[in-house]
């Protein structure tokens, strides 16, 4: 099979090509078995293991689903039992901390393994009759027969944008995060609307400022459990500040190369847009 470059090497399918080798990816009660020497210094692969290195895991293998194909091989999550947790020369560690250093590809794989896992355990029962689901041979749906219902992963779309003014942007702090660490505003979409409506609506009510001009930026997969994040830039129209005093404990206007101490890294799509900004309005401004 040859696989899209657009695709950055990753083809999403859960037919198994039968390569000789094959990735894979170990989970453990939805956290990340890596090599030891990954979770130190970062380097390699991340969470993808040759199978070349999993003999030791196979022991403790409880499930195992296709993920597709990457770079040419067949890719798999393998659910483990907990005491593969003490498997000499591999480390448990939680996706957050994945994502503060892992590349897209290796993210979105974690990503991809995390979610359909997490799917097939919420999902293990038609939610019309009541009976068990089965899997699909052909694609990555849980069966009803009974019903002639197919279940596929749900994605539940968020938006994420950073507002700016000229030379400032608008960041924000969450009420349960640390003093000093500030964000773009997020939100998740309601039924009906669409993604610019959320922006509106959300930005509306975090802060009370009014925005227009809205440009999408990109998207990333946020496995929490199973989102998808779209990221904007967009004009302020108002640029007085009025926090819910609920969700946003504090938020406020900062020029583009006077950032708070703690902001978002450019792994994730807040540091991503927030890096697109400076980067922008340093030729404009600097």
């Not at 991340?46 to 067949?74: M, N, Y």
């Not at 950073?162 to 640390?178: E, F, I, S, Y």
């Not at 004009?235 to 926090?243: E, L, N, Q």
């Amino acid at each position: 099979m040859i696989i899209p470059p657009s695709l950055n090497g990753f083809y999403a399918s859960p037919v198994a090509i039968n390569t000789d080798k094959k990735w894979i990816i170990a989970v453990i009660a939805g956290e990340l078995l890596v090599p030891a020497a990954v979770a130190v210094t970062g380097s390699g692969f991340g969470p993808v293991i040759d199978s070349d290195e999993t003999d030791l895991l196979k022991f403790f293998c409880e499930r195992r689903i296709t993920l597709g194909q990457w770079h040419g091989r067949d890719c798999e999550v393998w659910e483990l039992l907990p005491e593969a947790a003490s498997t000499e020369g591999f480390k448990l560690i939680e996706l957050r901390t994945l994502l503060m250093s892992a590349g897209d590809e290796e993210f979105s794989l974690a990503c991809r393994a995390v979610q359909l896992l997490d799917w097939q355990d919420k999902h293990r029962f038609c939610g019309s009759c009541g009976e068990p689901n089965g899997a699909s041979d052909s694609e990555h749906a849980l069966q009803c027969t009974p019903c002639n219902i197919n279940n596929y992963p749900r994605i539940s779309p968020c938006v994420i944008v950073l507002v700016t003014k000229g030379d400032h942007c608008l960041l924000a702090r969450n009420a349960a995060w640390p003093p000093n660490r500030y964000s773009s505003l997020a939100g998740f979409l309601e039924a009906g609307e669409s993604a610019e409506q959320a922006l509106h609506r959300e930005v509306f009510e975090e802060v009370g400022i009014e925005i227009t001009n809205l440009r999408y930026f990109g998207s990333q997969s946020w496995p929490y459990p199973g989102q998808l994040m779209l990221g904007f830039i967009a004009d302020a129209v108002t640029d007085d500040i009025k926090i819910d005093g609920v969700e946003i404990a504090e938020a406020d206007w900062f020029r583009y190369d006077q950032m708070p101490g703690i902001i978002a890294p450019p792994t994730i799509m807040s540091g991503r847009l927030l890096q697109q900004y400076i980067d922008d309005a340093t030729l404009t401004y600097g």
